[in-house]
């Protein structure tokens, strides 16, 4: 069963109605115990960074998030902030991160942008996959997914980097190391293409 | 490549749709879940939802409402209407909401978009501007309460202040275009969009692609929001809910 965190951030519902879609069973997770069923977690997120790390630890969710990630290999599947909390810190917080994957977040640099590129990234945009991934199979560079974010995930193991997008320089759209992946855009509502990614998400 | 964002823009009243024009004579147009399913089907880039009896009749946001609207939206929501402090931000985010509009709040209460940015970052605080020719017709001025208070405020001033305060996008609301469908007031786009940094969003007076596309041939991955064009159809104004599918899209 998927479990779709819920700490008070994010369209949990989005993504239940995109399984419902898909006859994919998902459980709405907001407390401890709920998290034992499950065999595979999706991170949502909306909102600042420091806000949501905050969240997720006032929901008590935190400490056996990560035993079941960390220690039972868990799937865990990070979107928009939910990707950024992976990593180990970021310029919008103070806060300390997951550090489920190695690296930073940080923020675009509108005065190293054309000035036709605008902060934040916002819109439809493609991906280049850069490897084989099962999270990513069927999409290609045609593939569109809407974007919402002022900062971008920056690995410290590029083997880490599954696809980026081009908004003045490439960045990682699309991370995973073992069992955690992440995407800085929103599957849950980027039509045909985020109900794929979804989809290969609940067959991994 | 970034593209351009082609947004329905819903307006919602005693729990229905409706289409103005001139921000008055609001026409039914059928049912807000409704539309929202069609425009799932003919995956719509985005869509903005606009509550307009909310702040004129001094009350906050329709929750139920947003939240069965959020929960049906495939595609991003732009939810404004009642929003005048950073509880009911939160609060609508939680329900599934990307982006929040703020109106005559921000301008009454500017501090309001600086907090609702520092707890949902500011991607998700978009702020609305409503505008309008002055009476001697030599500027612009911003308009609040759906177009019924004039605070004399030029709308490029305004329009940064709110970018400094935390505002992620800017709406700009042209109310002598609303509903006419003869074009955008482009005029007034180049007066507001040269000194911003964040994204705009247009709003008021696109009647047909055709008028899309000049907007985006000028300046590229910009926001074209329409109301009339994609909730009636033909010189009788018929309720006909429709959008561009992507190859016509790409064409505009």
């Given at each position: ?61 935190k400490p056996l998030l990560d035993e079941i990630v960390l220690a ?26 997951l550090g489920w ?104 | ?252």
């Amino acid at each position: 069963m998927i479990g779709i965190i819920d700490y008070g951030l994010g369209n949990v519902r989005a993504f239940a109605n995109v399984y419902k879609i898909l006859n994919i069973p998902t459980v709405i997770v907001k407390k401890p115990g709920e998290l034992k069923n499950i065999s595979k977690a999706i991170l949502p997120g909306v909102g600042a960074f420091d806000y949501a790390m905050k969240k997720l630890e006032d929901s008590g969710l935190k400490p056996l998030l990560d035993e079941i990630v960390l220690a039972h290999h868990v799937p865990v599947l990070g979107i928009c902030v939910g990707m950024q909390m992976l990593a180990r810190s970021s310029e919008e917080g103070a806060l300390p991160g997951l550090g489920w994957i190695d690296g930073e977040v940080i923020r675009f640099n509108p005065s190293s942008l054309r000035h036709s590129m605008r902060v934040p990234h916002m819109g439809w945009n493609n991906i280049k996959p850069l490897k084989m991934n099962s999270l990513l199979q069927g999409l290609d560079f045609d593939s569109r997914f809407y974007f919402l974010h002022s900062y971008y995930f920056q690995s410290h193991r590029s083997e880490d980097v599954i696809a980026v997008t081009d908004y003045c320089g490439e960045f990682a759209c699309a991370v995973n190391s073992g069992n955690v992946y992440g995407v800085q855009f929103h599957p849950e509502k980027s039509h045909q293409w985020g109900i794929r990614l979804l989809e290969n998400f609940a067959k991994l | 490549m970034l593209y351009p964002r082609i947004i329905p823009c819903l307006l919602v009243k005693n729990k229905g749709l409706v289409k103005t024009v001139n921000f008055k004579n609001p026409k039914y147009v059928g049912d807000p879940i409704n539309a929202v399913r069609i425009f799932n089907e003919k995956e719509v880039d985005e869509l903005i939802i606009l509550d307009i009896d909310a702040t004129f009749e001094k009350r906050g946001p329709d929750y139920n409402m947003v939240e069965n609207l959020a929960a049906e939206c495939r595609m991003p929501l732009c939810y404004g209407g009642g929003v005048t402090t950073s509880d009911q931000v939160q609060r609508i985010i939680q329900l599934g909401v990307e982006k929040i509009a703020i109106s005559s709040a921000a301008i009454e209460n500017p501090n309001l978009v600086t907090e609702a940015a520092e707890c949902m970052g500011n991607q998700s605080v978009v702020v609305v501007l409503d505008v309008k020719k002055s009476f001697t017709g030599d500027k612009y001025e911003v308009w609040t309460h759906n177009g019924s208070k004039n605070t004399g405020k030029c709308p490029a001033e305004v329009a940064l202040q709110m970018e400094r305060l935390g505002a992620g996008e800017i709406v700009i609301n042209s109310i002598d275009n609303d509903g006419l469908m003869k074009g955008y007031d482009l005029a007034l786009v180049e007066k507001i969009r040269e000194s911003l940094r964040v994204p705009l969003t247009v709003l008021g007076g696109a009647g047909s692609l055709h008028d899309i596309g000049r907007l985006i041939h000028k300046y590229g991955a910009i926001g074209a929001a329409a109301g009339s064009l994609f909730v009636f159809k033909g010189v009788y104004r018929a309720v006909l809910i429709n959008y561009p599918n992507r190859k016509k899209k790409m064409g505009s």
